[in-house]
């Protein structure tokens, strides 16, 4: 798989995923939240294992290694939804959207301390740009940024999280399969949220029994495509271009949901939000190293061209 081909396959699965908030917002609006978290992301475990069983892609796994995909479990889907949940009930939508928008600069941070990734002036551009395009996105039509509270420390938590999960996942998809590790860390994550979700919320299970056909056709969707199929797409993209690459291009997420709540729900879209999405995309190419790598092709290109005279 070529870098572009990676490329596209990071934007398909941001449009998933901006599609997804829909999804979600229908699913937790029928049913308890963490309980139908659980349950959604166990079924996206089901579903990279068939694949993984129809492509002969299963082992046996050291201690070592269901230790450290149990870790990345916990950050990647435990720590992340359980703090991200728990944020949006005590934050602004606004406070939320920005601090969501960090995550490619706390990635590249991590990933600069502990994977020695180069974080060049223009990685670092890129996601600024990508950063204050998201603000443009998120803040139009907001009265006021909130101040700072507990709900805005939970979200950063779920940031922190993720971005951890990242570098674990970069570490571990040298010796592991990466559809093999995208389905440990949601059987994992899952098994645990689903515990949480039996002291939070021990009416959770009597709620399922009340969902229409709609609403379970959009969780098979959401779990299979999203869940599943989306994380197996975006791990396989930290293994083979990096975690503060792939990281940015989360921010082309908020545009996409803007995108799917104005063809779903009626929602409107402004200039303003159309002029960050503008930013977002020149801080993916940016940030991404595709205008590194074309300089660099240009530079060897003259080069071959002036010793050939």
């Known amino acids: 798989m070529s870098k572009l ?14 599609g997804n908030v829909v999804a979600v917002k229908i699913l937790v609006n029928a049913f308890e939240p963490i309980t139908i ?29 269901m230790g450290a995909i149990f870790a990345a479990g ?8 359980f703090f991200l949940a728990m944020g949006l009930t005590k934050t602004t939508a606004s406070n939320a959207g920005i601090i969501l928008g960090l995550s490619p600069l706390i990635t590249a941070v991590l990933a600069t301390l502990f994977l020695g990734e180069r974080f060049s002036l ?25 101040v700072i509270s507990f709900g805005d420390i939970s979200i950063f ?41 039996l002291f939070s919320e021990p009416q959770g299970l009597s709620t399922l029994k009340h969902g229409e056909l709609l609403t379970w056709l959009v969780f098979f969707a959401s779990a299979i495509f999203a869940t599943g199929l989306g994380h197996m797409i975006y791990n396989k993209a930290i293994h083979r271009i990096g975690a503060t690459e792939s990281a940015i291009f989360i921010n082309l997420t908020p545009f996409f949901s803007l995108l ?39 530079q060897i290109r003259r080069n071959k061209v002036n010793w050939g005279q």
């Open 260 to 298: 799917a709540s104005y063809l779903f729900l009626d929602e409107t879209i402004h200039f303003v939000q159309i002029f960050g999405f503008v930013l977002i995309v020149v801080g993916v190419i940016l940030a991404s190293g595709a205008v590194a790598d074309k300089v660099i092709k240009l």
């Open 5 to 18: 081909s990676t490329y596209l396959a990071l934007v398909f699965v941001t449009v998933i995923w901006g």
């Open 37 to 65: 978290t659980a349950l959604r992301i166990f079924t996206a475990s089901l579903v990279v294992f068939l694949v993984l069983l129809a492509t002969k892609g299963m082992r046996k796994l050291t201690k070592q290694e």
């Open 74 to 81: 916990l950050l990647n889907v435990v720590g992340h939804h």
């Open 157 to 197: 938590l779920s940031v922190l999280s993720q971005g951890i999960s990242f570098i674990l996942i970069k570490k571990m998809a040298h010796a592991i399969d990466t559809r093999l590790l995208t389905g440990g860390m949601l059987l994992s994550g899952s098994v645990v949220l689903f515990l949480i979700s």
């Open 122 to 146: 223009l990685k670092f551009s890129g996601i600024i740009l990508g950063f204050i395009g998201v603000v443009f996105i998120v803040l139009h039509g907001s009265t006021a940024i909130g």
